[in-house]
């Protein structure tokens, strides 16, 4: 069994900051790519941002120059730091990560629950 869970979301005002994590556990080989997605009601889920093992990072063009991805290889850890927030970032935001386990065979990706982000004064 793999987990995903998230934490860090909140209310923040515009222009504040929050700092996501997700950490992945269970019966994990490898991970190799990590990354943020987001949904806003009525909204199709979106790419927020990616990495690699390797550390090689995409962001969408909405996050590019505001958020910045990071993870912990040792910890099977992702983050997202989020600064300059505003109205539109808000969503549900979900951790996602495509890794090989001994349980499963070949990668396979996996999903967390999601955490609430809201950017209101």
């Known amino acids: 069994q793999v987990q995903?869970?998230?934490?860090?979301?909140?209310?923040?005002?515009?222009?504040?900051s929050l700092r996501l994590s997700c950490a992945a556990s269970g019966s994990i080989s490898s991970i190799y790519v990590m990354g943020w997605y987001r949904q806003a009601p009525g909204n199709e889920r979106e790419s927020v941002a990616g990495i690699t093992k390797t550390g090689i990072t995409n962001y969408a063009d909405s996050a590019k120059g505001r958020f910045t991805i990071s993870r912990d290889n040792a910890k099977n850890t992702v983050y997202l730091q989020m600064n300059n927030l505003k109205p539109d970032d808000t969503a549900v935001y979900f951790c996602n990560a495509v890794l090989s386990s001994p349980l499963v065979l070949g990668p396979k990706t996996y999903w967390g629950q999601g955490t609430q982000v809201t950017v209101s004064s």
């Open 4 to 16: 995903l869970v998230e934490s860090g979301g909140g209310l923040v005002q515009p222009g504040g």
